[in-house]
């Protein structure tokens, strides 16, 4: 799509969802608060996006990252705050506590734009959800300056299906994580036991605008849904359960990336509060083969007792392990 039609497309949802900037019911927790008022509802965020780090990312998918030693990375900008809040979460840093620095439209803009002019192969929007607001505005002006990598939408994927609606024409790459089937576990876990009934219907969607994964020369992805499943230990029949539902629900086309890279972080419930083991993994994954997956991205070498993908936001690069010569995550 040409930068006036992707640019008319964004003033577009902005007009449709600029009301909840003062009444906000963005995403499933219909909060209701006024942000620009400053009110803060259950994603602790203002009308204002606040960024715990914008930098060229060389451990997702391959398709997004690119391959050693000519991938780029993906051009990631990881949000603070996040409106659905796993009790496990890797990025706790700055979904919970609020790491990261509020930044003006204008400076969100210069930051997409920066990554573009340092190579990244996209723009990865990391936990966006709840802050659709200031980055339609700021793509709004990143693309007037001449942005065009591939936008990708990396979401918890609880998100109200009209919502996601109105990014028809604006994201590229969809990249929802699907986390749980079962209502009990995703209560405990996320607070959110409606979370499959709202993430079901708001993948359909994402599918709808982006139903196929479109390569270019290089195999990097410039459109399409690739959806994510993080494998919980003690959860496999869960996992399973989700497996099930995309094979009936989705083409075997469908993207899936299989994720083994879970170690307990934050404030685990006390039965997650373990790795997962490389049977749990090896059985999901089974699973996943034999529902015949065509594109099946895994990480069934991610056991080792250094292997693990979990940032460290205190750090100044939050992913020490980007200058190995063999970065974990498998055969992704
Ligand atoms: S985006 Fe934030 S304030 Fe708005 S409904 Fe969701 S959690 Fe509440």
């Known amino acids: 799509m040409d930068a006036a039609k992707s640019i008319a497309r964004i003033e577009r949802a902005l007009d449709a969802l600029g009301p909840h900037a003062s009444s906000c019911r963005l995403c499933p927790r219909d909060c209701g608060v006024d942000r620009r008022a400053g009110e803060l509802g259950y994603c ?3 009308d204002r996006a606040g960024v715990a780090r914008a930098l060229l990312h060389f451990g997702e998918e391959p ?4 391959v050693p030693p000519r991938g780029r990375g993906s051009g990631t900008v990881f949000f603070t705050g996040c409106s659905l809040k796993c009790l496990f979460c890797q990025n706790h840093q700055i979904s919970w506590s609020g790491r990261g620095r509020f930044l003006e439209d204008e400076e969100l803009a210069a930051a997409m734009l920066d990554l573009q002019d340092r190579g990244a192969h996209n723009l990865n929007l990391v936990s966006p959800s709840h802050l659709l607001l200031p980055i339609l505005r700021a793509l709004k002006t990143a693309k007037k300056r001449g942005l065009r990598v591939p936008i990708v ?3 918890h994927a609880y998100e109200k299906a009209e919502v996601v609606e109105r990014l028809a024409g604006i994201v590229d790459i969809y990249l929802p994580d699907l986390k749980y089937k079962e209502a009990s576990l995703a209560g405990r876990c996320s607070g959110a036991e409606d979370y ?3 993430a079901g219907p708001a993948i359909e969607e994402m599918f709808i605008q982006q139903p196929d994964l479109v390569l270019d020369v290089d195999g990097l992805a410039r459109r ?3 959806v994510r499943h993080l494998v919980l230990p003690g959860q496999a029949s869960d996992s399973l359960a989700l497996l099930d539902w995309l094979a009936r629900t989705f083409p075997p086309s469908l993207p899936l990336s299989l994720m083994s890279q879970y ?3 934050f404030r685990p419930p006390p039965d997650l509060d373990r790795p997962l083991s490389p049977e749990e993994y090896a059985a999901v994954l089974s699973r996943a083969q034999s529902l015949g997956f065509e594109h099946l991205f895994a990480q069934p070498e991610l056991f080792g007792p250094g292997d693990h ?3 460290d936001f205190d750090l100044e690069d939050p992913f020490p392990w980007k200058g ?3 970065p974990p995550g498998g055969q992704r």
């Open 263 to 265: 170690r307990p972080c």
């Open 224 to 226: 399409g849904t690739i």
């Open 63 to 66: 398709v997004l990252s690119g």
């Open 309 to 311: 993908l979990n940032p």
């Open 324 to 326: 190995r010569k063999d």
């Open 196 to 198: 499959f009934a709202r």
């Open 153 to 155: 939408y990396n979401s």
């Open 44 to 46: 602790r965020s203002p």
